[in-house]
C-alpha cells in the first residue's frame, strides 16, 4: 500500500470537512427565504371592482363607526364586527375570477387582516346588501340600480366577508382594499373607508372607599389592585383611546360634631397627589384601553379631631388624552 498517497487523501478529506463543519454546526436550525413570481396572464384583462362598502350593524352612522365598549370579561378587549361587500367584474366573463379577498390597514398604515370573501347567490342579499350602501351614503341610487342591472344579468358578481375591530386597536381612518384576481393572476383592487372614532369610558369596581378606622394626624390608605371585582379599587378604560382620570372629594363631615376632615391623598400608576377637598386632581396616567389598573386612595385626619363617624364624597371622571399629553 501507498502510505505516502494514502495520507494525502486523509489530508484533504480532513481539509474538507474543516470547511463544511461549522457550517453545518451552526445553530440547530436554519432560516431561509422563499421566492416566486406569478406572471400576470394579458395586461387590461384583470377583474373589475365595481364597488365596495362596509357595514357594523348597531354601530355605524354613514362612514362613521363608535365601537362596542361591552364585553363578557373584564379588562378585556371589546370586539366589533365589521361586514364588506363588493360587487366585481371581469372583461372575460365572471368565470375568470378565481378570488376576491380584502385587505385592512390601520389609521398608521400598518396591515390589520386579510380576508377571503364569500360569493352571495341570492337577489334579496344582493338587495339588504345595497340598501345598507345606499342608506350609509356609500352608494348612491344610480349606482345601485347600474348594479342591479349587471348582477341580474350575470355579468357581475356580489361578495362579502367580515373582520373584527378590537378596542386595544387605534381609532381613525381604516382602509379596506378589496381585490378581484382572475385565472391568469390579474388583480384589480377598489378601496373603501371607515372612520372608527375615539371614545373614552370609566369602569370602576367599587361602590365606595372605606377608610375604616382612623387615627389622628395619621395618614391612611386603601391600596387598590389591578385584579377586576376583589374588592380593592380598579379604575378600566373602556375606550380604544389612552386616557387620564380627574377626581376630588368633598369635605368628610362628622355626623355628630360636623367637624371636617379635608386633606387626601391620590396615586394613580406612577403619580401621587396630595390634595385637599373639593380642590380637582388630573392625573395622566396614560388609562391603556383594554387594561385594569389599580388606584389608591388614602385620608389625611388632622390632629385634635373628634371622635366620630365621617361620611363624604369623591367624584371620577375620565378624559382622552391628546398627542401632546398621551
Known amino acids: 500500500m501507498n502510505t505516502k498517497r494514502l495520507l494525502t487523501v486523509i489530508l484533504a478529506l480532513a481539509m474538507v470537512l474543516t470547511l463544511v463543519v461549522p457550517v453545518m454546526a451552526h445553530?440547530?436550525?436554519?432560516?431561509?427565504?422563499?421566492?416566486?413570481?406569478?406572471?400576470?396572464?394579458?395586461?387590461?384583462?384583470?377583474?373589475?371592482?365595481?364597488?365596495?362598502?362596509?357595514?357594523?350593524?348597531?354601530?355605524?352612522?354613514?362612514?362613521?363607526?363608535?365601537?362596542?365598549?361591552?364585553?363578557?370579561?373584564?379588562?378585556?378587549?371589546?370586539?366589533?364586527e365589521i361586514c364588506v361587500w363588493a360587487v366585481v367584474t371581469d372583461p372575460n366573463g365572471i368565470g375568470d375570477i378565481q378570488d376576491v379577498f380584502f385587505r385592512v390597514y390601520h389609521p398608521d398604515e400598518t396591515f390589520k387582516v386579510q380576508v377571503h370573501?364569500?360569493?352571495?347567490?341570492?337577489?334579496?342579499?344582493?338587495?339588504?346588501?345595497?340598501?345598507?350602501?345606499?342608506?350609509?351614503?356609500?352608494?348612491?341610487?344610480?349606482?345601485?340600480?347600474?348594479?342591479?342591472?349587471?348582477?341580474?344579468?350575470?355579468?357581475?358578481?356580489?361578495?362579502m366577508g367580515c373582520w373584527t375591530y378590537h378596542t386595544h386597536q387605534m381609532a381613525g381612518i381604516y382602509w379596506t382594499m378589496v381585490s378581484g384576481v382572475d385565472m391568469a393572476g390579474n388583480v384589480g383592487t377598489l378601496g373603501a373607508w371607515l372612520n372608527i372614532l375615539p371614545i373614552v369610558a370609566l369602569n370602576i369596581d367599587f361602590a365606595a372607599v372605606n377608610y375604616g378606622p382612623i387615627v389622628p394626624g395619621a395618614v391612611k390608605w386603601v391600596a387598590g389592585s389591578r385584579t377586576w371585582g376583589d374588592g380593592r379599587p380598579t379604575v378600566w378604560n373602556l375606550g380604544n383611546v389612552p386616557a387620564g382620570l380627574r377626581l376630588h372629594s368633598s369635605a368628610m363631615v362628622g355626623i355628630?360634631?360636623?367637624?371636617?376632615?379635608?386633606?387626601?391623598?391620590?396615586?394613580?400608576?406612577?403619580?401621587?397627589?396630595?390634595?385637599?377637598?373639593?380642590?380637582?386632581?388630573?392625573?395622566?396616567?396614560?388609562?391603556?384601553?383594554?387594561?385594569?389598573?389599580?388606584?389608591?386612595?388614602?385620608?389625611?385626619?388632622q390632629f385634635g379631631i373628634p371622635s366620630d363617624t365621617y361620611q363624604g364624597q369623591m367624584r371620577l371622571e375620565i378624559f382622552a388624552l391628546d398627542n401632546n399629553n398621551s
Open 27 to 80: 445553530g440547530h436550525a436554519a432560516t431561509v427565504d422563499t421566492t416566486a413570481i406569478v406572471d400576470a396572464g394579458g395586461a387590461g384583462n384583470a377583474p373589475e371592482v365595481l364597488a365596495a362598502w362596509q357595514w357594523a350593524e348597531g354601530f355605524q352612522s354613514g362612514r362613521e363607526l363608535t365601537p362596542n365598549i361591552r364585553r363578557a370579561e373584564p379588562c378585556t378587549a371589546a370586539e366589533t
Open 117 to 159: 370573501m364569500t360569493r352571495l347567490m341570492l337577489e334579496a342579499e344582493w338587495t339588504a346588501a345595497k340598501a345598507l350602501a345606499r342608506n350609509s351614503g356609500q352608494m348612491t341610487a344610480e349606482e345601485s340600480v347600474i348594479l342591479d342591472e349587471m348582477l341580474e344579468k350575470n355579468v357581475a358578481v356580489m361578495y
Open 256 to 301: 355628630a360634631y360636623q367637624k371636617l376632615i379635608e386633606d387626601f391623598n391620590v396615586q394613580l400608576l406612577n403619580q401621587h397627589v396630595i390634595y385637599r377637598a373639593s380642590e380637582w386632581v388630573t392625573l395622566w396616567g396614560p388609562l391603556l384601553p383594554c387594561v385594569c389598573e389599580q388606584i389608591d386612595f388614602s385620608i389625611r385626619p
